[in-house]
């Protein structure tokens, strides 16, 4: 483990989860986080020492890019203190389905997986002393992810470690039913600390007003592109009717992982035939998500940089069969025929499996380490517009009304993350929101709005790929004919995961 400077080991033990999957650090394995007040304090203090001691990196791309990240997580934990308040720290912390990729032998995988169900009372215990101020709203958007995080345990588990695990996890249970019914009503960070998070996490300074106001702008540009297209399937109709026309037809539940796969393999060969990445290697394939991952609809764990090659996994959640018949319906229109391709290719290729292919070659750790969570997802968003540029099914009207369709979902992302925690929104007004602005309702609507509670970047989206497509202008200002789509997609992704405050260094290098 003395691979890593100083500063980046400190920055390590303060993300174990997130550089454990997505950066392939596996000397996390079988460990979790001390997130417990002390054991958040300590690692902060290791942190501010390494920094402090540190040498400044050779590269000022690469010492720009781990300040940031250091300010974010002082931001995280020093100033707003996110582990006591939102229990999404702890649920990825004893969250077991990393180990499920084949990134290693089963033997070492299972060996690990043990050991890290053995360490649940203890993460336990620090998360039931952190989390002194959940509010209900995130208590009851979270009550179920959190319940299914024992679904994740092996059946042929040590039933000593299981049953020690399983008590543990009943008081965690307990502690978030009691947020649930008796935590604050108000769900808001604030003003200040919302633009804190997202100046900290992003080395930029953020006015979350003028980011609402790019957020209306840019939800106006799509609903113009969605009238045009729909109007391509019916001009007689509004779009909103044919929308939701198109959103009815869908696999059933058992056929959504099929038509995932089938999409996998489209934008695949679409993104190398046009050769809009880098790097076109590498196996992706589809699985229904694991319990505990079943907050998002769909999402990636990719082969990560940090360790030996293996398939990485696009993770679909299908609708509970338990719901009712309508419920199910609801949810599987977000795995549309029009929308499951988009979902793909932002999932896939040229979007975060496409991304991870290059992470892996990047020539630094700290390009491999540290990923913008603004620039990962807002790349993914970017790429779904892309392939509309590019011609991706370009004789069936349906791709391109998918991706204004799914662009409105991230921009009304953007819209309610801003207005839950900086205007007064509330979880009933947000899913109205998405009602009126987007093509999802019912428990589809009501999830994301829940989202906004959780996750309050969760804008990240949009604000990345408006980020991306002002640096493409810029790009193609300043290189004039020598500027290529692959020249300046490279020349970003040799960044890694650059914040967006850093995104300038595309061009100065590319």
Known sequence: MSDLTPSLRAYCDLQVPEVREYSGRHEYDGKVQDL???GVQSGLAALAAAAAADEPLADRHDEAQLAAFIRRTEVEY???????SNPLYHLMNLDLSSYDREYAPAAERDAARTAHLAAWPDAIDGAVLALDRINAPVAQALSSPIAGLPAGIPADADEDVRSRAIAAHARLIDLVKR????GDPDP???????????????????????LAERADAERDRLLARLADSCAAIDASRGPREVARDLVRQHPDADGVIAAARAWTER???FTRDHDLVPYHDGECLVAPAPESRRFAMAMISPAAPGEADAPSLYYITPPDPSWPHDQQEEWLEVFSDTTLPVITVHEVAPGHFSHARAIRRAGTDVRRLLHSNAFVEGWAHYAEELCVEEGFLDSDPRFAIGVWLEA????TRLACSIGVHSAGMTVEDAARRFEADTHISGPAALSEA?????DPSYGRYTWGKLEIMALRDKARREWGAAFTL???HAAMLSLGSPALGLLGGAIERG
């Open 36 to 38: 417990s007040p002390a």
């Open 78 to 84: 020093r100033e707003l203190e996110l582990h006591r």
């Open 179 to 182: 947020a649930a019914a008796t």
């Open 188 to 210: 808001a960070l604030g003003t200040a600390a919302l633009s804190l998070l997202l100046s900290g996490s992003e080395a930029m300074a953020v006015d979350v007003g003028r």
């Open 267 to 269: 934008a695949i060969g």
């Open 408 to 411: 409105l979902i991230r921009v």
């Open 450 to 454: 829940r989202r906004a509670t959780f």
């Open 486 to 488: 692959r020249r300046f």
